[in-house]
Structures are given as C-alpha cells and as structure tokens.
C-alpha cells in the first residue's frame, strides 16, 4: 500500500484533457517533484489529489483510503494540505491570524491554536513578521506564509504548487532549506517547481508529465537524462547528464 | 482612555431615561438602538463573513409579522411572537442559505434583494392571513416607552457583546478568513457552506428579534414599512459602511449618525428652516422648508460618498485616521 496512490487520473474541461491517464504512487517521507512544460497539467493534478476538482474518472487512494471526490474541506482533516501557485494570503488579516486560523482545523481552543500557530511560524521562520497585514508582505514572505499556513494544519502530505517561483537565489534558498527541514519533521512532499535548480536538488523521485500525459519517472539523474523529458520540456542545453 | 468608551456609553444608555424624560427623545433613543441591532445583524453575515446582504428587510418583517400574526391570528400575547421570531427567522434562513451559499460576491446579494422584495409581496397578497396593505395593528402593552427601551438596550448589548465574543473564537476566525478567500479558507479545512449558514443565521436570529419588538413597540406595521428595502436593507447597509464594515462597535456609530442625520433632515434642520421661513419669509425658504424634510437619502449619499472617499473603514475602522487629523502625532518610535 502506497501512501497516496493515484490511478488512471483523467479530468476533461469541455472538449480539453488536462489531465490523461496519469498514475503515480508517492511513498511516506519522500519528496515527490513533478515537472512538465506550461500547461501540462500539474496544478490540475494537484487539485484532483488536493478534491478541488473531481476527476472525469480514475481513483485517488490515501493511506490506503478512496479519497476521490471527497469534500475539499475535509481532505485538510485527513492530512493533505496544499499551497497555491498564485499565492492566497488572507489580506486584511496579519500573518498570526492567517497562521490561527489554520491552525483552527486542529484544535477547538483559541489557546491551544496560538500556540500551534506560534510554534509553526517559528519552525517556518516567518516570527518576525507576526503582526503585519498579510496583503502587505513582499512575495518572497507571502510564499513562506502560504507554507507556514499549510503546516499549521499539521499536514502528513504537503502538495507545493510553485514554492520557489519569483523568488531572487538567496530567498529560493532559505525556500530550499525550509522544504528540507519539513521533510525531516517526517512530512510527505510533492512539488511542482519550474526551477530545475531547486527540483533536482531536493527530490528523491520525479514525475515529469507533457500535455497532461505521463512520459517519464524516476530519480533526478534518470528523470534528466530521458529523451522525451528533453524533447518535451529540458531543452537540448541542459546537459546534467553523465551518460 | 478608547478602552473605556464602550462602557461609558454603556452606562450613559442605562441611566438614559433619566436623562431624557420626554418621550421623543426616548423614542429616538429606541430607532437608534434598534437600528444597532440591526446594523450588527449585517455587519455579522456582511462585513465579517463577506456576503454582502440585501436581505435584512427579509428578517426584519418576517420577526415583525412573526409577532404580530401571534397576536392578530392566534390570539396570543405578540410577546409570545417575540420569543420565537428569532427561531422562525432561522426557519427561513436555513433553506435560503442552504440555496443561495453557491452563489458568490454580487450574485449573493442579489438573491437576498430578491428574498426581500419576495417577501414583501407575499405579504403584500396573501391578505387572508397578513391583511395585506391594511398591515396588522394590536395593542401596545405598555404606554410609558421606558420598558420598551430596556428590551432594545438589552438586546443591542446581547448582539454586541455575542459578536465580539464570537469574533473572539475559532467562528471569528474561520467567517474571516472565509471573507478574505474562499478556496483558500476551503483548502485550510474550514466547511465553508456550514460556517456561512452559521454567520446567515446568527444574523437572521437577532435581525429577526429586532423586528418582532418593532412589531410590540409601534403596534402597527404594514409590507411597505417592515419589508422596504431603502428603509431597511439599504439603511442596514448605511449603518455598516459609516460605522465600520468588519468592526463590532461599528454598527453602534453608525445607527447613532444615520438616525440622528435622518431625524436632522426630518425635523428641517431641527426647525431652522421653519425659523428661517418665519423670519425672512421669502418663498424660497418656505419651498426649500418644505422639501428638505424628505431629503434625507440626499443627506445619506453624501454622507456615503464622503465616507467612502475618505474613511474607507468607517468611522470606527479608521478611528486612529480621524484622531490624527485633529492632533498631531507624536512621532512613533521605530520598533524593531
């Protein structure tokens, strides 16, 4: 039994497959990248693993357990949370209300919350900016923020839709740090990232899909050495292979 | 200092009929605090939790009708109606939510216009149980209004003092978040269709309470008074927006400036017009006197737009913006 198994993922929008046919299995503690060209279909996975859209057809399992179609609020409960690509701060509210109200979802107590919220927003790094408007932070903290909240629901499987995007080298850095350090806190992670840098560095395996096809998986060396991957998406020039 | 304000006022609200022994000023002093209710009603489903509402007319008179049918269909006190207005109110407002929570921003508010004007038809026709037009009229249990203005005291402290409770616990967090962004408050685990029908029906109990004591209070209502949208659901609005949309004192201010400015237009200026009319007689001033006593809604959209422009959080929300203007600030330290 995998951790999150998904089989034969399909989801049409109209006469578009977004996603066709895609299985993956993840195991417990890895991380999990998934690559592919602009609009091959990742976030589109990400929401049907993540029950923000139910898929045309094929099974999402967790633990074990059919989550397929399950209500999106109820999928945090279960333990999966996820990130958005375009990040969702909820502006008008300062980054300690941003961080209790997700960590709400795991405790009734308004005490018990802000000491989970605290605690998390320690381990994210983001303490010191505890009492500013969350519409106000720059990108590079609104990112840590989308994080910080999710791992205040005290995920098993944390879904990162982009982390690293627009973020200058040192601040994808700290980004790399802080996915690292979640990892050894015993969380799951799968990770959509465009920057080869940061994916290569920190996966274990990668799933690279093109046009909402799966075309290749394996680990990084593997992944980038695929002929296809490099037709579809690396480019002739990027040349990490040994072989 | 700003710590304390709530309980002065407080305090002042209770020795209040004291103060004003004439019964016009206590009668103001009740329009005002009813309209806290309400204005707390909205400022619950609209400014917390972000559905925008037109549909405080709706609660209103069905709380309004709900104790007055007690009375002039069942024979019973209308206080009895009272009691359960609120419960009725929640009646209606499960199903309506239960419906209309699919639809987002603009749309939701459409539909709550639509409940209120609906309603007002409803009981506009069906005259074999509401009268129709000729409205429902029963006799006030008390003459003097110093009863009357404890109940609507006590139930304006009951509605402020619930909504900052609630604002307090994991309900308060959960409808901000759920204004701020709905799919992010969904991917957080927060049931986002429950907490709205919470926030919905929170407001539609006290919105509907707030009614049924209209009802006790005047003795007569009709469709056109208790269902009006400009009157009710735009005016809840009104309230909102001057006092503070989101802010629990907010609702307090508001209902204090709307109906002391709709008194002020009302009365012609408190009789300034009239005075002026006397004293210079020229026609104009008589014209004009005669006009401005219904000018109020000219009043409120002024009032709206210089709001809007300049305190964009209300008079409560930007309440540090308005103390600055007056005094200067000091200079605040640094804090790293």
């Keep these: 039994m995998s951790f999150l198994e998904a089989k034969h993922l399909t989801k049409h929008f109209g006469g578009l497959t977004a996603v066709g046919n895609v299985s993956l299995k993840v195991e417990q503690g890895e991380i999990f990248g998934l690559i592919g060209p602009n609009g091959a279909g990742k976030t589109t996975l990400f929401n049907l693993i993540s029950s923000f859209h139910i898929p045309t057809s094929g099974q999402v399992f967790f633990k074990g357990r059919n989550i397929t179609g399950i209500k999106t609020h109820k999928i945090c409960k279960l333990g999966i949370c996820r990130t958005f690509q375009v990040v969702r701060p909820l502006r008008r509210m300062t980054v300690l209300d941003n961080v209790i109200a997700a960590a709400f979802s795991r405790t009734n107590s308004k005490a018990r919350a802000y000491d989970l919220a605290m605690e998390t927003m320690e381990f994210c790094g983001l303490l010191h900016r505890k009492d500013a408007l969350a519409g106000g932070l720059p990108i590079g903290e609104r990112k840590r923020l989308e994080i910080t909240r999710a791992m205040a629901t005290r995920p098993e499987l944390l879904l990162l839709d982009e982390t690293a995007a627009g973020l200058n080298p040192t601040e994808s850095e700290l980004a790399i740090k802080l996915i690292k350090k979640i990892r050894d806190r015993g969380v799951t992670i799968i990770i959509v990232e465009h920057n080869m840098k940061i994916i290569m560095t920190i996966s274990d395996r990668i799933h690279a899909i093109s046009f909402g096809q799966s075309i290749a998986e394996g680990t990084p060396q593997e992944v980038s050495c695929n002929p296809a991957v490099i037709e579809a998406y690396l480019g002739e020039e990027y040349d990490q292979c040994l072989t | ?336």
């Design chain 2, 1 to 336: 200092m700003k710590k304390y304000l709530p309980l002065i006022l407080l305090i002042l609200l209770i020795i209040f009929p004291l103060i004003g022994r004439d019964d016009y000023h206590r009668h103001l002093m009740i329009l005002v605090l009813m309209w806290v209710v309400i204005g707390t009603g909205w400022n619950i489903i609209a400014g917390c939790t972000g559905q925008v509402s037109f549909g405080a007319s709706a609660f209103f008179g069905v709380g309004a009708y709900t104790a007055g049918l007690f009375s002039f269909k069942l024979g019973l006190s209308p206080w009895w109606g009272l009691a359960v207005s609120g419960l009725v109110c929640m009646a209606l407002a499960f199903p309506f939510g239960w419906i209309s929570f699919r639809l987002r921003g603009p749309y939701f508010a459409l539909v709550t216009l639509a409940l209120g004007e609906i309603l007002r038809h409803i009981a506009t026709v069906w005259e074999s149980l509401t009268g129709g037009m000729v409205g429902i009229l029963i006799v006030q249990t008390y003459v003097s209004k110093v009863p009357y203005y404890y109940m609507v005291l006590a139930l304006a402290i009951l509605s402020v003092v619930g909504v900052k409770v609630i604002m307090g616990t994991k309900w308060g967090y959960y409808f901000l978040s759920i204004r701020e962004d709905q799919d992010a408050a969904e991917s957080l685990g927060i049931n986002t269709q429950f907490y709205k029908m919470l926030s919905l029906n929170i407001s539609a109990f006290i919105t509907g309470m707030v009614g049924a004591l209209y009802m006790v209070y005047m003795g007569f209502i009709d469709p056109k008074v208790v269902f009006s949208l400009h009157d009710i659901s735009i005016m809840a609005i009104l309230v909102g927006i001057v006092g503070g949309v989101g802010t629990i004192y907010g609702p307090v201010v508001g209902a204090f400036i709307m109906v002391g400015l709709q008194e002020f237009f009302r009365t012609g200026f408190f009789g300034l017009f009239k005075w002026l009319g006397a004293v210079t007689d020229a026609q104009a001033v008589k014209v004009a006197a005669k006009y401005v006593s219904e000018a109020h809604v000219l009043g409120f959209g002024i009032l709206v737009v210089l709001v809007i422009l300049y305190l964009p959080n209300g008079i409560v929300g930007d309440w540090g913006k308005i103390i600055g203007a007056f005094i200067p600030r000091r200079k605040k330290e640094v804090q790293r």
